[in-house]
């Protein structure tokens, strides 16, 4: 018997002995790996949607520079001050995205992508 909370319960066969029989060995072998597996896969799609969110950002923050660098933009009154603030927004939002994706990253590779 085993206590479980305030009460006992009777403990599986092969616990009271000591040991696994080699199908729940390999029961629970599985079921880690699927465990695993799961994880890595959630992990990697979190580096996947922060990688594609960067890429947007920086992709933007490219137009907006080549904007700022056209005669034109300056032709329409008050574009240039837009540009600049949403570069400045781009600029606060960046830092974090790739902070947060070195962590997802560093975590894949805990879990074995390499």
Known sequence: MAPVGHAWVAAPSSEVEGTLSR??????????RQAQSR???????QVKVLEDEIAALEAREKELVAELESPATYAER???V???RE????????????TAWEEAA?????LGEG
């Open 23 to 32: 199908k729940e060995q390999r029961r629970l072998a599985a079921e880690a």
């Open 87 to 98: 570069l400045a927004e781009l600029h606060e939002r960046l830092p974090g995205l790739h």
């Open 106 to 110: 560093t975590r894949l590779l805990e």
């Open 39 to 45: 994880l890595k896969r959630e992990v990697q799609q």
């Open 82 to 84: 837009e540009i600049n």
């Open 78 to 80: 008050g574009r240039a």
